[in-house]
């Protein structure tokens, strides 16, 4: 069954522990390669500005693009779980094949190190934990319990099927694994 | 700016249950951002003002408590002359505050009747504002709207006084090692219970002030000439106000040492460095900031690397050296024991030493929510208050009798150096707040450099303010006063106040060869000093901003 995240957006306060977490979990230095990332919009004018944090992790797509833009065939989509995976081994590098997965993904999921012919790496839904039966770091490591994972089917009842906010957009061609509760702006004011 | 452990969770709980949150700040604070329903911008130092003018409007329209006031505190009347005008001739209306805060007449009256008419209401006056230098007004102030409202002991109310915790795990009632008597403080002044600052200060040196002492010494009215400093646990350079009379003062010192694990910048200026262990090679007991309701037990993972000692073997190995028999006749094992089993909070709870070690933590379950001060509501003739009065003291005779103009025996408005009506005003027009960073403990993991990632160091600045002074976001500008110059990168955003500016304390000094602070450490720009009460003034502080070089 496809796995997924579910994100609650209003209770994000954008501490970054999980885009932390995320980097001590995988042992990735600080630097331009984040596994996790949080996205930070604000708008409006003083008094009344508007903030609004969203993560963005790889969303483990339905329909991966990424897959048929790598040239070497290093991503690939396991069966049963769905969980969107990438050869390190097989990537050729940033400089050779510049960057045509980071160019098809419409979240900038895949990710590269500041070494010249970095090889792509990405969210692995944490593997290592999940083989385990254990959640993601980056949900576990969440202070107020914004996020949650799971199979997608199952965060859908729980937490319905919102899809959109501010930060996000979902894409209807790769169909992201997640839900989202969104900080709905227009009712706050 | 709210304190607590895990406070947010509560508050994002409290909002999910229909709770509406304001949040009064100069800064639209990612605490407001993620629970409040409305944000009241306000100037610094200038909340008392518009609580007084609050007061002014409960008193007015008569929505006060007045049972609960004759039942549980003493000196309202006193309070109602400052506020009405009859003390000072002049009535603490919502125009009048509106003048020195900038928040709007209308928006403090219909604050006023909005928390006065809503029960229960929490005002949680936190500790920013009370950082200031009039930081106790604040937290006075705030106490006392509490109880015109009754709102103290209440479930979902709130007693005031700057809110620090639940007396479950409090970290100020950990056990520690009996510190005898320092025979220097032996032919003081008895201080004990004293509000006056000025007697606490004969003998000791008042936190915020050290550096001074050390430069000025006995001619400067301190207690002695200080000659030598031995410090560990802390980064005083870094962590108290005027950084750069700190730097001086230490080079002044005959003899400088520390206790560290990190080169910090005031380390740099030690004539030694004991290599003190990390978390991980001792073991210890650790409390919940501020408070539980659980204890936690840190194990030792590792033996100490290198020339690795604790703090507390350094300390005892220095007894010997120095003749001082038996000093510490325990291991650290059975030191942490006796904490747990003597310490009258936790031994009733934790009953097994071993187990509570072996799991690391000891949850405890609370039968039902502490509510501070229930009992004194309940039942106040045998609980009386912890005061002299034994009533909550809206007016206080042991203030009153300290006659200290800056610090009044009821809870006012006071104009205070630095503040925008100070002259300085002119050559200096931006107030400087330091808040807690998210990403590090004030000065603790700077170094780290996921964090710092994190969340740039930048000085928080209005367009209003960037614009006149040619500055957009990202920009290197410079900010400055008469105490010093940081170097910092600009973020102009709407979420702070126009002419207030902010920069998160903690970053580490670093001072280059001009004397300019490249690491931007917030009390480069802070000042020495304290209030009446003796708050440690970290957020008033008026600098300028220009462009860097």
Redesign the interface.
């Known amino acids: 069954m496809q796995v997924g995240f579910y994100f609650d957006q209003t209770r994000c306060t954008g501490c970054s522990a999980c885009r932390v977490a995320c980097k001590d979990w995988h042992n990735i230095p600080a630097g331009p390669e984040n596994w996790m990332r949080v996205i930070y919009t604000e708008k409006g004018k003083f008094p009344n500005p508007s903030v609004s944090y969203m993560i963005a992790p790889c969303w483990h797509c339905l329909d991966p693009v990424c897959i048929p833009a790598c040239p070497v065939g290093a991503i690939t989509k396991r069966e049963g779980d769905g969980i969107v995976l990438v050869d390190n081994q097989v990537c050729v590098g940033n400089e050779e094949c510049d960057e045509k997965c980071l160019k098809a993904c419409p979240y900038d999921a895949p990710q590269f190190g500041p070494e010249k012919g970095a090889r792509m790496r990405k969210c692995n839904y944490c593997l290592d934990r999940f083989a385990e039966g254990k959640l993601p770091d980056c949900i576990e490591s969440c202070p107020v319990r914004a996020l949650d994972a799971g199979p997608l089917p199952e965060l859908e009842k729980k937490y319905g099927k919102s899809r959109d906010a501010e930060g996000f957009k979902y894409s209807k061609r790769t169909k992201p694994a997640v839900v989202i509760r969104p900080k709905n702006w227009l009712d706050e004011t | 700016m709210i304190s607590g452990t895990?406070t947010?969770?509560h508050l994002?709980k409290a909002k999910e249950n229909g709770a509406r949150i304001i949040a009064i700040d100069p800064r639209?604070h990612?605490?407001a951002?993620?629970v409040a329903?409305e944000?009241i911008?306000i100037l610094p130092g200038t909340d008392t003002a518009m609580m007084a003018a609050m007061a002014n409007i409960i008193i007015r329209e008569n929505l006060y408590d007045q049972a609960f006031l004759d039942n549980y505190t003493i000196g309202f009347d006193k309070f109602r002359e400052y506020i009405t005008g009859r003390e000072d001739g002049v009535e603490k209306t919502p125009a009048w505050a509106a003048e020195i805060s900038g928040v709007d007449a209308s928006t403090i009256e219909r604050l006023a009747r909005d928390y006065a008419t809503t029960r229960p209401a929490a005002l949680m006056d936190c500790q920013g504002p009370a950082r200031s230098a009039m930081g106790e007004q604040y937290n006075r102030c705030a106490m006392t709207l509490c109880a015109m409202t009754g709102n103290v002991g209440r479930r979902g109310g709130s007693a005031g006084g700057g809110l620090m915790g639940i007396p479950v795990g409090h970290m100020f009632r950990m056990s520690a090692i009996p510190p005898g008597k320092n025979p220097f403080e032996l032919d003081g002044p008895n201080v004990k219970g004293t509000l006056d600052i000025g007697l606490r200060v004969v003998k000791r040196v008042h936190i915020n002030k050290i550096f001074d002492a050390i430069l000025k010494g006995k001619e400067g009215g301190y207690p002695s000439d200080i000659k030598m400093m031995w410090s560990m646990c802390n980064n005083y350079l870094n962590q108290t106000g005027n950084s750069n009379k700190a730097a001086k003062a230490l080079k002044e010192l005959e003899f400088f040492a520390v206790n560290e694990l990190f080169m910090t910048p005031q380390a740099k200026y030690a004539d030694l460095i004991l290599p003190v262990t990390s978390a991980a090679e001792r073991s210890d007991l650790t409390r919940p900031w501020p408070s539980g309701p659980y204890y936690t037990f840190v194990n030792r993972a590792i033996e100490p690397l290198g020339e690795c000692k604790s703090d507390f073997d350094i300390i005892s190995d220095l007894a010997e050296r120095l003749g001082v028999k038996d000093f510490n006749p325990y291991s650290e094992d059975e030191w942490l024991r006796m904490f747990v089993e003597k310490n009258p909070e936790t031994a009733p709870q934790i009953t097994d030493y071993d187990k509570f070690k072996r799991e690391g933590i000891h949850r405890v379950k609370l039968p039902e929510p502490v509510v501070a001060f229930r009992e004194q509501i309940d039942d106040i003739e045998n609980n009386p208050f912890p005061t002299p009065s034994g009533r909550i003291e809206i007016f206080s005779q042991r203030v009153a009798d300290l006659n200290n103009p800056v610090c009044p025996p009821v809870p006012k408005y006071l104009n205070t150096p630095e503040d925008r009506k100070d002259p300085l005003f002119e050559q200096y027009p931006l107030q400087l707040l330091t808040p807690h960073p998210?990403?590090r403990v004030h000065s603790e993991l700077y170094k780290v450099?996921?964090?710092?990632?994190?969340?740039p160091h930048r000085v928080w600045i209005?367009?209003?303010d960037a614009e006149p002074r040619g500055i957009r976001d990202e920009d290197e500008v410079h900010v400055f006063n008469t105490r010093g110059k940081v170097a910092i990168k600009a973020r102009v955003?709407?979420?702070?106040?126009?002419g207030v500016v902010s920069i998160f304390e903690g970053a580490w000094y670093d001072p280059d060869h001009k004397g300019i602070d490249r690491g931007a450490c917030a009390n480069t720009l802070t000042k020495d000093a304290y209030s009446g009460g003796g708050a440690a003034v970290m957020n008033t502080s008026l600098v300028q901003v220009e462009r860097g070089a």
């Open positions: 895990n947010m969770y994002i639209y990612d605490t951002a993620t329903d944000w911008p998210k990403n450099e996921w964090l710092r990632e994190v969340e209005n367009p209003v955003t709407e979420r702070i106040i126009p």
